[in-house]
Nanobody
Framework: QVQLVESGGGLVQAGGSLRLSCLAS????????MGWFRQPPGKERELVASISKTGATRYSADSVKGRFTISRDNVRNTVWLQMNSLKPEDTAIYYC??????????WGQGTQVTVSS
């Protein structure tokens, strides 16, 4: 298990940008696949993006891929989600998660992102 703490959420107008950060507690951070999930109001949690321990990225949808970028620094034990051109439908609680043994084993507490129109 790795402790994860998200930060960087907030209120932003449509078209704006936010950069979410997730700090991991363990120096073995580089052994984990990392992901960002989100849960919009009234909807179930969904995977937004993931990044392998070597930096290969995956995105849940073309619309997200064009606006969001996931990255990591295994030295700083940090994963980021850069979100540009934000839309009201991006409003959600965003969660950082870590996968090691084939499951999403660890989760952060979540950070609220609210995009106003």
């Amino acid at each position: 298990q790795v402790q994860l703490v998200e930060s960087g959420g907030g209120l932003v107008q449509a078209g704006g940008s936010l950069r979410l950060s997730c700090l991991a507690s363990e120096p073995t951070f580089g052994d984990y696949i990392m992901g960002w999930f989100r849960q919009p109001p009234g909807k179930e949690r969904e995977l937004v993006a993931s990044i392998s321990k070597t930096g290969a990225t995956r995105y849940s949808a073309d619309s997200v891929k064009g606006r969001f970028t996931i990255s990591r620094d295994n030295v700083r034990n940090t994963v980021w989600l850069q979100m540009n051109s934000l839309k009201p439908e991006d409003t959600a609680i965003y969660y950082c998660a870590a996968q090691w043994g084939g499951n999403w084993d660890s989760w952060g507490q979540g950070t609220q992102v609210t995009v106003s129109s």
